[in-house]
DNA sequence: TAATATCCAAGTAATTTGCTTGGAATTAAA
DNA sequence: TTTAATTCCAAGCAAATTACTTGGATATTA
């Protein structure tokens, strides 16, 4: 049941993102300074965030990354959703189109795995970016522009 | 986040003993056959299960594993445990001795790593061995006596 | 045209998962 | 007393997954 670094790596990017938000285009090379992440492994993970249209992107020489959104728009599952797929602990509940089981019907346990996967989103669908980025100033009120999340 | 066979096998193995804990000591080999799991693999989960005091074990002949509670106490929360160590999705906040970061207390994502942790243990501990029998037997009136879950 | 970026597809070492194998110890029944 | 059934235990191992790295191609600005 754990996260990937794909879910974690991602977060805090992407609170990286959203604390220097108001500078225009970001490029991944000072996010991945700041947080101590591999640049080209970011690259990854921002492919999956453009794809599902949670950032955007401006290519070439002072090109970077923006928010795709307002942060309290921007949920900290979508984030993870676009990241990690499906935060259902079992394939049998997915979302959308969940793994084939001939006893889904009969199925006791599938209850348990539905009750987690629901609990996981509404946890993580009431926390935008802009909570987090207020949680930060609040615990990090010295550091005028940011570190290591 | 997905579990792994070991907690969704250890919760069908227990359930299936479960509804047959009027019957004495089940072996392994019972289990395995109905649940079509593995015994060797099976034989490595009871045995932590029974490390955590969930199950009580006879060896030799005509021997097996009891459940060493009623079903009403036994959560599917303590399988899962037993069987996947903490359910926390991040190990900085495991609940016995978490992961060290040195920026633990002025992390911003460690908040949401808890709450998670907190509704995805709600959720486990509010379900029961005996809440799944009943859930069994609503579901599969006609069968007498079990197959696969 | 040089430097800075995103974009993209492979490759890969280390770790984890999901078992299997091979036996030793214990117990009940024949 | 032997045999069969069973738990107990420690290793071994192939396949899959993870967490990257490598090596470019393409786009944009200065």
């Known amino acids: 049941m754990k996260l990937s670094t794909k879910g974690r790596y991602g977060v805090k990017a992407m609170l990286d993102l959203a604390i220097h938000s108001s500078e225009g285009h970001i490029p991944l090379k000072s996010i991945a300074e700041r947080q101590n992440i591999s640049e080209n492994y970011l690259e990854q993970l921002f492919a999956l965030l453009r794809k599902e249209g949670i950032v955007k992107s401006i290519r070439g020489a002072q090109g970077g990354y923006m928010l795709a959104?307002?942060?309290?728009?921007?949920?900290?599952?979508a984030i993870l959703r676009a990241l990690e797929g499906s935060l259902a602990p079992v394939d049998c509940v997915t979302e959308n189109?969940?793994?084939?089981?001939?006893?889904?019907?009969?199925?006791?346990?599938?209850?348990?795995?539905?009750?987690?996967?629901?609990?996981?989103?509404?946890?993580?669908?009431?926390?935008?970016?802009k909570d987090l980025v207020e949680e930060y100033r609040k615990l990090n009120p010295d550091?005028?522009?940011?570190?290591?999340?």
């Open 143 to 149: 550091e005028g522009y940011m570190y290591y999340i």
């Open 97 to 129: 189109d969940p793994a084939y089981c001939d006893r889904a019907d009969r199925c006791v346990t599938k209850f348990i795995w539905k009750k987690i996967r629901d609990k996981v989103n509404e946890v993580v669908d009431s926390i935008t970016l």
């Open 69 to 77: 959104h307002d942060p309290q728009e921007i949920t900290v599952g």
